[in-house]
Every structure is written in C-alpha cells, then in structure tokens.
C-alpha cells in the first residue's frame, strides 16, 4: 500500500532527485515537477503535501501559494529554500504555509517529523471535510425527508379539515332535507356566497373560509328543537329566543376546531346587521366583515324566496326589491348592487328554480 502522497517543486533537478529519494526512504509516494507552472497543473486533491522551493523562475513558490490560496486548496506547504531569511519566513508564514525548512536538510529525523505533522493535519483535515461534507448530507436527506413528512402532514390535514366540514355539512343538509320548507338551504346559501365572493374578486384563501362558513353557518340549528323551526303559526318569545341563540351555538360547537376560527366568527355573525338590529349581540357595521357581509345578503335572499309554512315565499324581483330596501341599513349596499347585477343569469336562475 502506498504511503502519503507528496508534491515538491523546485527547479533545481538535483536537489528536486535527492528529496525525492529521501521522501521515499521514509514510505512517501513522490511527485517531482520543476516550476510553479508544473505544481499548479499537477496538484489535486489526492496529495497530502506540497513542498515548494521559492525561488523558481516563472512563477515563484510565494506566487504558487497565493494560486493555491485562491484556489482554497487545503493542502499542507511547506517552503524549503536555499535563502533562508528571517523575513522569507515570516512571509511564508503570512501566506499561510505550514512550515519553513532550509537546504541542504542535514537533520532527516527534523525533516521526516515536519512531513509526518503536516501529514496529520492534512488527515485531520479530510476527516474533518468528509464529516461537514457527511453532516451536509445528512442535514439535506432529513430536511427532504421532513419536507416530504409535511407535505403528507398537510395533506392529512386539509383532508380532515373538509371531512369535518363535509361531515358537519351533511348533518345540516339532513336536517333540512327532513323539513321540506328548509330542504338546500345551506347549499343555495353557499353557491350565492361564492358567486358574490368571486364578481368582488376575493382572493382564493378568502373564497375557501367564505365557502366553509356557508356551509356551516346554520350549524347551531342541530340543538335547536324542530318543532319551534317547522312551526305554522307565529312563534313565543321563548321560542324565538331559542331560534336567535343558534349563531352563539353554532360559535361555540366551532370553538375547539382552531383551523375554522375566521369561520367561527362569521357562523356567530351572519343575522348581524349593520345598524345594530341583528343578533345575538346587536354588533354594527364596523364589527362587521365582508365574508359576514356576503353571506347575510346571501341567506337573507335564500329565505325571502324559499317557502316557508307560515306564509308564501317573495319571487326573486321581491326579495332583491326588500334587500335594496334594506341595503346601507341592514345589508351591504355595494354586495346588494353587484347581487342584483347577477339576478337574471343562467346560474342564479338555476339554483332559484330547484328552490320552487
């Protein structure tokens, strides 16, 4: 097996012939080369050590280093010159040499003691390397891995996100479907949200929490008795009471669900209006958001013109004539202008029609 690896560099062939021999008494593998030029096109990173001689003549040894520290080849230099100053010392030192040895070598114990410490910092410094370099991977193979985790954890996570809405949703939907007067309310109420949410042109995340409060907005009707919702005649004050408290109860089942917060406060919100009037805490229209704005014009036209037991259902130029009526007051003037803009399409029309 071969020993350290070993570049010198010196100009002078003789002395260049008798390091070498030395280098491979003591187990080196040598390569010789004669100038600067030749170290720079043979070195690599194979080599454990770089001797140079200084004075070569086209490109000197301080000339080679600086090459080599541009290069940030870390590989241990050692300077051995004829011209042993003081001041070429301190200069190879500067430029980062690892030592400084002066020809002829007389003392090969000294010699062979200076190659082994370099050889060791080189060694110290590829283990060091091949440990930042395995730690990099590391660091990258864990960083794809938890990135693939995440992405699998989103996924669950918007997945049991719409499977608790989908499944709150149809409880809703049961409910209605059980009273014919109610039947598709949640689902008209939603596809009027979504079209109004998308002429203002709300941003899409917007368009997701707007589409899951419709969805869920009559939620807290599931505690309230259906006897009071499907009664003919006019309701007691204590039955109305318990029919306005559905918002607040609706809030409260959404409370402990952190993802449906925005929700939540438009689930609570949604019989507000803007003056005051609404219910069940009388808030105003400052306390009041556009997704809370869009789904009180939404379900207030919904109810206008669905049937109802206790008295007959407004056509579409009604209700729009009562939410005009009411609009700067009770509902959102502008989202009943651009609501009305929207009366006479395709779309409007078809989801009104499975209405009668």
Known sequence: MLGPRILIADDDKLVCTTIERILKMFGYEVVAVYSGTEA????????????????????????????????????PVLFLTGGGSMDYAVKALNLGAYDFMTKPVDDLDIFNSKIKRA????????????????????????TAELAVKNQLLEKYSHELENATIQIM????????????????????????????????????????VLERAAL??????????????????KLTEKEWKEIKEHPEVGSNILEPLVFLQRERQI????HERLDGSGYPQGKCSEELDLLTRIIAVADSFDAMTSRRNYRPNFSKYQALDELKRCSGTLFD????????????????????????
């Not at 869920?216 to 005649?233: F, P, S, T, W």
């Not at 689930?267 to 949604?270: A, D, L, T």
């Open 169 to 208: 949703s149809s409880f809703q939907a049961f409910l209605e479907k059980k009273d014919e007067y109610t039947a598709g309310h949640t689902k008209r109420v939603t596809e009027y949200s979504i079209m109004i949410g998308k002429q203002l042109g709300i941003s899409k995340q917007d368009l997701v």
């Open 216 to 233: 869920i907005h009559d939620i807290g009707k599931l505690v309230n008795e259906r006897d009071h919702i499907q009664k003919a005649g």
């Open 333 to 356: 003037k502008n989202l009943v202008e651009i609501f009305a803009k929207m009366i006479d399409t395709e779309n409007i029309n078809s989801i009104i029609d499975n209405n009668f």
């Open 267 to 270: 689930v609570k919100n949604h």
């Open 40 to 75: 720079l096109k043979t070195i690599d990173e194979s080599f454990d050590v770089i001797i140079l001689d200084i004075n070569m003549p086209d490109i000197n040894g301080f000339q080679t280093l600086e090459f080599l520290n541009e290069k940030e080849i870390d590989i």
């Open 119 to 142: 050889v060791e910092k080189r060694t110290f410094v590829r283990q060091q390397k091949a440990y930042q370099d395995n730690l990099e991977r590391e660091v990258q193979e864990k």
